[in-house]
């Protein structure tokens, strides 16, 4: 089946440690997102990548990184300047103008 | 940018009866696309339904209908014949991955 898949489902980070979150598709969609969703908001974009080797910044990317080496794929990384990363984080896809596929999320907490 | 606004944070509708959601949004495009999600208690994001700027035709989907108002940049979403399922955070959204704030629709029995 096609689809996003996000992993891990939930993750905890120490202090002073980086994290990533993974964000795998087999959709073939040049366009990849991540969000973040605190408990009970909406969703905040922190970056997204409209084609391989090349991301932009969204609204809150301080804190966070991205790679986009492959087309498939478009990892996160949760860095130690992310002060409060307890969140849930959401990973999704688009082609052209179409509405946006979405995994079903990793729960990050503080150890 | 363009943004998004629902300012309902939360409405509750009886069941069986009828719920409409508000969204606005600013854009200076001629041409896009509008959707609007469900976000149940599992967090997963379902598509709904959405709306092509250059179809004067409002879309609908089973019980879920839109009132697209171009000129006025209005995209609120009608919830018919509302069933318990229903209940859930409910997201307006650009095509270019913006989403406004949410409105958390309760459906009592």
């Known amino acids: 089946d096609g689809g996003i898949t996000q992993s891990p489902k939930y993750l905890f980070r120490k202090e002073g440690q980086n994290v990533t979150l993974s964000c795998e598709q087999n959709?073939?969609?040049?366009?990849m997102y991540w969000y973040r969703q605190d408990p009970g908001q909406g969703l905040r974009l922190i970056y997204y990548?409209?084609?391989?080797?090349?991301?932009q910044k969204g609204d809150i990317a301080e804190g966070y990184s991205v790679s986009r080496e492959k087309k498939e794929s478009f990892p996160l990384t949760v860095t130690s300047a992310q002060k409060n990363p307890t969140a849930f984080y959401l990973c999704?896809?688009?082609?052209?103008?179409?509405?946006?596929?979405f995994g079903d999320g990793t729960r990050l907490s503080i150890l | 940018a363009q943004t998004v606004t629902q300012s309902q944070p939360e409405m509750s509708v009886q069941e069986a009866e009828t719920v409409t959601l508000s969204c606005t949004y600013d854009t200076s495009e001629s041409d896009y696309y509008l959707f609007w999600y469900k976000q149940p208690p599992s967090r997963q994001m379902i598509l709904v339904i959405r709306q092509e700027a250059y179809k004067q035709q409002n879309a609908t989907e089973n019980r879920f209908s839109v009132n697209f108002q171009k000129a006025a940049k209005s995209f609120s979403l009608k919830i018919s014949d509302s069933q318990l399922g229903d209940a859930a955070m409910y997201f307006c959204?650009?095509?270019?991955?913006?989403f406004g704030a949410g409105t958390r629709l309760t459906v009592k029995p």
């Open positions: 990548s409209q084609i391989v080797n090349d991301f």
């Open positions: 959709l073939n969609h040049d366009a």
């Open positions: 959204a650009y095509y270019d991955m913006r």
């Open positions: 999704a896809t688009t082609a052209g103008r179409g509405p946006q596929h």
